[in-house]
């Protein structure tokens, strides 16, 4: 069973930047569109930013729009969330999520049927 591992979560100061890093645990995986979605306390979850296939196509929720960044590398089989002038509101539970039958980039996360565990991001004040 493949799985997608997150890496890179922790605690940034306000106004800093974090990387998130999503790896699929299988070589012989090949993830089509994905993307990541985080979850507050208390709030349901939300999407971030997502990626088509080839990378040429993004979509980012307006909350996270000019500062954050979504890549991959089909390659190496993993996506990178470059987070910058981290605020309050961005502290959640990330997690990755991974297409296997559509290429083009999704805020649904029905699209989804890979996810990663979750990482902890928490924005200190």
């Known amino acids: 069973q493949v799985q997608l591992l997150e890496s890179g979560g922790g605690v940034v100061q306000a106004g800093d930047s974090l990387r998130l890093s999503c790896a699929a645990s299988e070589r012989s995986f090949t993830p089509l569109a994905m993307a990541w979605f985080r979850q507050a306390p208390g709030k349901d979850i939300e999407s971030v930013a997502a990626i088509s296939f080839m990378g040429a196509n993004k979509y980012f929720a307006d909350s996270v729009k000019g500062r954050f960044t979504i890549s991959r590398d089909n390659d190496k089989k993993t996506m990178v969330l470059q987070m910058n002038s981290a605020k309050p509101k961005d502290a959640a539970i990330y997690y990755c999520?991974?297409?296997?039958?559509?290429?083009?980039?999704?805020?649904?996360?029905?699209?989804?049927?890979?996810w990663g565990e979750g990482i902890q991001v928490t924005v200190a004040s």
């Open positions: 999520a991974a297409s296997q039958t559509t290429i083009n980039e999704s805020a649904s996360s029905t699209t989804y049927t890979i």
